[in-house]
């Protein structure tokens, strides 16, 4: 299946909703999952796993699970994977010693320095100061999305498009509608972008 497919990608969501979610073990498990989904040779390697610790009677730990996606990382070759990881913010900061975001912060860092130059990192997240002081160091370049002009202006065409096409706001005064639309287009955050480049690994990180 691998050779069929030009590049791989696993997508990994922190839902604020899912206290499973949230932490480096769920991303682990779901990475892993994702990956074994799209290739033999590297489901062969988390069964490998399973059978090491009693065919899932004995749960693995997270450094087990961290070894089986570096042996994976090992059997790619050259194919290009695309790891993206959203709203990485969502992680509890401040619970637990090291807190659940520490530890996904920590994975992070840890992948990336691996260095293998087929391997690709976006993360996504608020720019919170935890994370810009973890993640920045591992790149040269900064860039603040959420202050371009294209991106306020595509947010607020958005809120614009929505207040205007939709059914129960059509009953509202001109005047109201705009001031809706102007009051919601200057509370507008958007991104915030730091590519992440070392000599053998490049990722992306928008926060």
């Known amino acids: 299946m691998l050779d069929e497919k030009p590049a791989l990608m696993a997508y990994y969501y922190f839902d604020f909703r899912d206290t499973t979610k949230q932490d480096a073990r769920g991303l682990l498990s779901s990475l ?10 590297l489901c062969d390697t988390l069964s490998h796993l ?4 009693y065919r899932g009677s004995q749960q693995p730990s997270d450094s087990a699970l961290v070894g089986c996606l570096k042996d994976m990382f090992k059997l790619l070759g050259q194919a290009p994977l695309y790891i993206i990881l959203d709203a ?3 992680c509890p900061h ?3 010693t090291p807190s659940a975001r520490e530890s996904v912060l920590k994975l992070v860092k840890e992948l990336v320095n691996l260095r293998y130059p087929n391997v690709y990192i976006c993360v996504t997240s608020r720019p919170e100061f ?18 371009e002009d294209g991106q306020k202006e595509d947010i607020a065409n958005y809120i614009s498009s929505f207040i205007h096409s939709d059914s129960a706001m059509q009953r509202w005064r001109t005047e109201d509608k705009e001031l809706v639309i102007n009051t919601l287009s200057k ?19 928008f926060i």
Request: proline share 7%.
């Open 50 to 53: 399973y059978s090491k610790h």
């Open 187 to 205: 509370k507008t955050d958007g991104m915030y972008g730091i590519p992440i480049t070392t000599p053998r690994c490049r990722g992306l990180w």
């Open 32 to 41: 892993l999952i994702q990956l074994c989904d799209q290739s033999n040779r």
């Open 94 to 96: 401040g619970v637990g």
């Open 88 to 90: 990485l913010d969502e």
């Open 130 to 147: 935890d994370i810009r002081a973890a993640l920045e160091p591992l790149t040269p370049h900064c860039i603040s999305i959420h202050e």
